[in-house]
T-cell receptor, first 108, second 116 residues
């Protein structure tokens, strides 16, 4: 069965430090991965998707099929990056399976 | 563009009553909408997939007679929690995919349901 694992519930880093939010997946089909972000009191919004290979707000994520991972990275964390981050896997039916989320706290 | 609204944003109801939650795509047509449930400090769990003009597809373990979903138009899906009980208290979130663009979901702000 498909599964998305985010091992860290909470990640605290200092402003300016590098950030890596881990995400591993299990899926028998061809994986399509996303990162969603939820800022305080706001709705869930798409941050980036692996097929776009883009960098949004300084964040990047590379799909590693060998390690079944899609870690989210940013070289220098900013205070405004503090939020809840969810990794999600899209199934062939276009449904999303979410990880449990990681709360990123950037310390000034 | 691609804004999804939900109404109400929060609702309190008594045990045994029914509650309807609306999900609207404000500036696009959505053939497919999804309903999620989120418990405090937990992830989103997909409840059902709603396709305009057809019956919803429910995930395993979700009671279709308890969580009635109607998707009568390309901009509106409704979730009715029937005979609500305290354990139905949760945060319900909908998302919508623009017709023809199934790979991106736009999320609503969510509805907080409290059953007393």
């Amino acid at each position: 069965a498909q599964r998305v694992t985010q091992p860290e519930k909470l990640l605290s880093v200092f402003k300016g430090a590098p950030v890596e939010l881990k995400c591993n997946y299990s899926y028998s089909g061809s994986p399509e991965l996303f990162w969603y972000v939820q800022y305080s009191r706001q709705r869930l919004q798409l941050l980036l998707r692996h097929i776009s290979r883009e960098s949004i707000k300084g964040f990047t994520a590379d799909l590693n099929k060998g390690e079944t991972s899609f870690h989210l990275k940013k070289p220098f964390a900013q205070e405004e990056d503090s939020a809840m981050y969810y990794c999600a896997l899209m199934l062939s039916s276009y449904q999303l399976t979410f990880g449990k989320g990681t709360k990123l706290s950037v310390i000034p | 563009g691609a804004v999804v609204s939900q109404h109400p944003s929060w609702v309190i109801c008594k045990s045994g009553t029914s509650v309807k939650i609306e999900c609207r795509s404000l500036d696009f047509q959505a053939t497919t909408m999804f309903w999620y449930r989120q418990f405090p400090k937990q992830s989103l769990m997909l409840m059902a997939t709603s396709n305009e003009g057809s019956k919803a597809t429910y995930e395993q373990g979700v009671e279709k007679d308890k969580f009635l979903i109607n998707h009568a138009s390309l901009t509106l899906s409704t979730l009715t929690v029937t005979s609500a009980h305290p354990e139905d208290s949760s945060f319900y979130i909908c998302s919508a995919s623009r017709t023809g663009e199934v790979r991106e979901q736009y999320f609503g702000p969510g509805t907080r349901l409290t059953v007393t």
